[in-house]
């Protein structure tokens, strides 16, 4: 049991809006903040935090209290598991009454990588990677770089610093394979330690020096690793955000290493992963303008869309930056480029012209069919926006198609806004998850299909057919994605666990349905009964259950 004094000495390291904000877009209201309540389904914010009070409060539900109920409300855990939560992120220690023996989770981490950073300095061939692509001594030492060995010995330094095989797999820094052997998820990488907001170490990204396929790799999904809410370096940055109202986005660790090396203090990077809306929490911090910068190759160019496209119709101001000729940010520092790469950065390409521009050239123009569908996408995006941006924005579609203004009607007799999706049930949410974990994650499709269909879907078969044809600009699916109360299922694991909870409760809806059928015969209805018992039963014991 964890003792009170240790609970008191954690609410007093914790800020309410650093914790609420890392889940939800808070906006300023006075000395207080606002949002839409994640707990019930709402139009006008009445979800309140007070930083003051260090109390949260809604006016519409009446829930409330302190940042260890919110992490208990949010994430569904009990009181025990979401103090050990917060702790973990802010890298508290916490005392128990059994033997008071302190919980140490993230030392285990720091541990590691202090290991990691006296093995780079013995490692030649990856301190000369690092000089050859000009990062300086002083910036090793800054972000905390190292070098991480082969399994084997990790897991000796593991067992020789009795150092626990369980917490080191809880916080992904180690794996166990299927004939339950131990190996280490770092193997021969150079390795970059990632932080919470707070500072805290929560896991680490490795680039191979080997030649492995696989150039970088991220921990895997933790308590206190979700590589979708954190971003690389912030913890660095986030003085020169606040001071500067600037924030720089880039897609790898070297380049905000070099660009801090060059004094661009305020420059962060996601995590091997596109920009998504769990992320917008953690940029809407300070209220900064957000620059994406991202590689003008067509990857760079996709997630760059992509990104704008988020961020726009969010309410984000800022811009695009793409770096052409196959040359990044590093590269240009690199190479003394430091005053044409600050003209590239003050010279950002709007966020909404951006996504207009890459949606119009997508189609060919001299085709008057493919003109028209181009018409009808820079439309639906228009919608997303305000009214005021929308009438703003109208000419430059119009001179960009070659057509006349009066052809971009978008029409103000309903809300201009994308319908929002409205929920109130678990099964609700359970099904929306998936649509949106298929929206963000689409690879899965095909092994996901092998499981469940659209007639599974009680509340939203359409948008689960809509995520599965990829009609991104879908207004319905558009609001799901801008929706931070529905929760992407992260990983392998998370998706299998939402997949068997949600096909047992469909099969347990179907065996009701069958009990209370009086239509087929006594010897059909007993197979039916037994063949759905069996599928339950075989979910329950953590089995898949293909369709038949």
């Known amino acids: 049991m964890i003792t009170q004094d240790s609970i008191e000495a954690l609410k007093a390291r914790l ?28 139009k006008s914010p009445s979800f309140t935090v007070n930083p003051s009070r260090q109390k949260y409060h809604c006016f519409g539900c009446g829930a409330g209290g302190d940042s260890i109920n919110f992490v208990m409300e949010y994430e569904k855990l009990s009181y025990p598991e979401a103090i050990e939560k917060l702790a973990g992120s ?51 030492e800054r972000f905390g770089i190292g070098y991480a060995p082969t399994s084997p010995e990790t897991l000796r330094f593991l067992e020789q610093h009795r150092l626990s095989s369980a917490d080191a797999i809880e916080q992904g820094a180690i794996g166990r394979g299927e004939e339950g052997r131990l190996f280490a998820r770092f193997i021969e990488r150079i390795t970059f330690p990632i932080h919470s907001t707070s500072g805290a170490i929560v896991g680490f990204g490795g680039r191979t020096i080997t030649g492995h396929q696989a150039k970088y790799v991220n921990s895997s999904q933790s308590a206190i690793f979700n590589k979708s809410r954190l971003l690389y370096a912030y913890h660095l940055a986030r003085e020169a955000i606040y001071r500067r109202r600037e924030i720089i986005v880039t897609e790898g660790y070297l380049d905000v290493v070099m660009l801090h090396q060059a004094g661009f203090t305020h420059a962060v990077a996601t995590l091997g992963t596109a920009l998504t809306a769990e992320h917008l929490p953690l940029l809407r911090k300070g ?63 709007a966020f909404i012209e951006f996504v207009i521009t890459e949606m119009i050239s997508a189609y060919d123009l001299q085709d008057p069919k493919a003109k028209e569908t181009a018409l009808h996408e820079s439309i639906a995006f228009l919608k997303s926006l305000s009214p005021l ?6 000419p430059y579609i119009a001179s960009k198609l070659g057509v006349s203004p009066a052809l971009i009607r978008i029409g103000h007799t309903q809300s201009t806004q994308s319908k929002p999706i409205s929920f109130s049930t678990n099964e609700d949410t359970e099904e929306l998850g998936f649509i949106k974990t298929i929206l963000e994650h689409n690879h899965i499709i095909n092994s996901l299909l092998d499981f469940i269909d659209s007639a599974m879907f009680r509340h939203h078969a359409l948008e689960f057919e809509a995520a599965i044809r990829g009609e991104r600009n879908n207004p319905r699916l558009n609001a799901l994605m801008m929706n931070n109360a529905i929760r992407i299922f992260e990983g392998d694991e998370g998706i299998k666990k939402a997949l068997l909870t949600f096909l047992e409760h469909h099969y347990t809806r179907e065996l009701k349905k069958i009990n209370a059928q009086n239509t087929v015969s006594f010897e059909q209805k007993s197979y039916l009964i037994r063949q759905m018992r069996d599928k339950i039963a075989r979910l329950r014991k953590g089995e898949l259950v293909p369709l038949t």
């Open 15 to 42: 800020d309410i809006v650093d914790v609420v904000g890392s889940y939800i877009e808070l906006k300023r209201a006075g000395s207080s903040f606002k949002a839409p309540c994640p707990f019930h389904d709402e």
């Open 90 to 140: 802010v890298n508290f220690v916490l005392h128990y009454t059994d033997n008071a023996q302190p919980k140490k989770r993230s030392n285990l981490l720091e541990t590691l990588n202090d290991w990691y950073q006296k093995l780079l300095e013995e490692k030649r061939d990856a301190m000369n990677y690092l000089h050859d692509r000009g990062i300086y001594a002083s910036s090793i």
């Open 389 to 394: 941006l929308q009438e703003e924005y109208r």
């Open 287 to 349: 209220e900064p303008k957000v620059f994406v910068a991202y590689d003008g190759d067509k990857a760079g160019r996709a997630a760059a869309f992509k990104a704008a496209k988020l961020l726009s119709t969010s309410g984000f101001d800022g811009g695009v930056i793409l770096f052409e000729g196959g040359k990044d940010p590093a590269d240009m520092i690199k190479e003394g480029l430091i005053e044409e790469l600050n003209t590239l950065l003050h010279r950002p390409i």
